[in-house]
């Protein structure tokens, strides 16, 4: 199984290297985390490992939740995910518990969470339009998307816009994987994953961090 943790995002801070050369990087408390189910190819049609992070309290947990925990021996837990697996064979238990110690010997990750929420944004935010000229003759227009003409609607197919039109919309609040992260540090002691550069989310958002799937060299 590849490395992999739900966490949280705590913050960015700053650390040095080896050279003196100082480095913006993210911290995420990840793990522990608990194997609470193993798929299998025959019965569920593919490999993975179910893991769990956070246990909840009973009262906050619905009896199917904590009845599939009861089979793999845990608590109840507030998240849940599952990592494929490339092999079937894989020597974890049910109830295993998984900490950043299984990142010690990893160089490079991908961060995957939530972005931050931004609200109805207009094309300028959201898309990075330029604008109208600010000088004489333009007016009330400084920030205005302009025309769409023939070009805004599916002709043949409907009258609305097309499918990912550049327009006015809902901004952030998705789901964003970024990739090739250089793992600065692991505190084992503390839970502690040193990432560097920024991660998606905010302060406080679930993360999962896993082995990066794209091979990298480190730039010298």
Same mark, same amino acid.
């Given at each position: 199984?590849?490395?992999?943790?739900?966490?949280?995002?705590?913050?960015?801070?700053?650390?040095?290297?080896?050279?003196?050369?100082? %480095?913006?990087?993210?911290?995420?408390?990840?793990?522990?985390?608990?194997? /609470? *189910?193993?798929?299998?190819?025959?019965?569920?049609?593919?490999?993975?490992? $179910?893991?769990? #992070?956070?246990?909840?309290?009973? *009262?906050?947990?619905?009896?199917?939740?904590?009845?599939?925990?009861?089979?793999?021996?845990?608590?109840?837990?507030?998240?849940? &995910?599952?990592?494929?697996?490339?092999?079937?064979?894989?020597?974890? $238990?049910?109830?295993?518990?998984?900490?950043?110690?299984? #990142?010690?010997?990893?160089?490079?990750?991908?961060?995957?969470?939530?972005?931050?929420?931004?609200?109805?944004?207009?094309?300028?935010?959201?898309?990075? #339009? %330029?604008?109208?000229?600010?000088?004489?003759?333009?007016?009330?227009?400084?920030?205005?998307?302009?025309?769409?003409?023939?070009?805004?609607?599916? &002709?043949?197919?409907?009258?609305?816009?097309?499918?990912?039109?550049?327009?006015?919309? %809902?901004?952030?609040?998705?789901?964003?994987?970024?990739?090739?992260?250089?793992?600065?540090?692991?505190?084992?002691?503390?839970?502690?994953?040193?990432?560097?550069?920024?991660?998606?989310?905010?302060?406080?958002?679930?993360?999962?961090?896993?082995?990066?799937? /794209?091979?990298?060299?480190?730039?010298?």
């Amino acid at each position: 199984m590849q490395a992999a943790l739900l966490g949280r995002k705590i913050g960015m801070t700053q650390v040095y290297d080896d050279a003196g050369a100082i %480095h913006p990087v993210t911290v995420v408390q990840a793990g522990p985390c608990y194997v /609470t *189910q193993l798929k299998t190819g025959r019965p569920d049609g593919y490999d993975a490992v $179910q893991i769990g #992070f956070e246990p909840a309290r009973p *009262q906050r947990a619905s009896k199917p939740i904590i009845g599939h925990a009861k089979k793999s021996g845990t608590r109840a837990m507030r998240c849940y &995910r599952e990592i494929r697996l490339n092999q079937p064979e894989t020597d974890l $238990q049910m109830g295993a518990e998984l900490t950043v110690a299984m #990142f010690e010997d990893v160089s490079w990750v991908d961060v995957i969470g939530t972005t931050k929420g931004k609200g109805f944004a207009g094309v300028i935010k959201r898309h990075h #339009f %330029h604008g109208m000229p600010a000088s004489h003759g333009c007016e009330r227009k400084h920030r205005a998307p302009g025309s769409i003409s023939s070009h805004g609607n599916g &002709r043949g197919g409907s009258g609305g816009p097309k499918k990912g039109k550049k327009m006015a919309g %809902h901004m952030g609040d998705v789901r964003c994987s970024s990739r090739n992260h250089k793992l600065m540090s692991v505190d084992v002691e503390n839970h502690l994953l040193l990432i560097k550069g920024s991660v998606p989310g905010a302060n406080g958002g679930l993360v999962l961090v896993r082995t990066s799937k /794209t091979k990298r060299e480190a730039k010298k």
